[in-house]
């Protein structure tokens, strides 16, 4: 299971980190990745790690401003998100699953529930 938290309203400019709380044993084994999806959009591939944080992925808009990491002793993975602006403003899920490539593809085993970010100009 996965609790994604810390999302809020923020103004552009402004930074936010994202939390994503995985429960069982086997949280180290996995990729984990973070998705979003505006109003009347599409979900979006956001970033992901590899199981053990060696690698990361990002997609372009947000390279240079978004960080991905993951804490394993915490089963916990995070998203720490800097000079947002107004079209990062979307529901962001966490997501696990065996593969990176899978994540990178916009897909994923276990999903999480959403948590809002609003950026606001």
Do not use: H
């Not at 994503?20 to 180290?28: I, K, L, N, P």
């Not at 998705?35 to 790690?49: H, N, S």
């Amino acid at each position: 299971q996965l609790q994604a938290s810390g999302g809020g309203l923020v103004q552009a400019g402004g930074s936010l980190r994202l939390s994503c709380a995985a429960s069982g044993r086997t949280f180290s084994s996995y990729a984990m990745g973070w998705f979003r999806q505006a109003p009347g959009k599409e979900r979006d591939f956001v970033a992901a790690i590899t199981y053990d944080g060696g690698s990361v992925y990002y997609t372009n808009p947000v390279k240079g401003r978004f960080t991905i990491s993951r804490d394993n002793a915490k089963n916990t993975v995070y998203l720490q998100m800097n000079s947002l602006k107004p079209e990062d403003t979307a529901v962001y899920y966490c997501a696990a699953d065996d593969t990176i490539i899978a994540l990178r593809r916009n897909s994923a085993y276990y999903w999480g529930q959403g948590t809002l970010v609003t950026v606001s100009s």
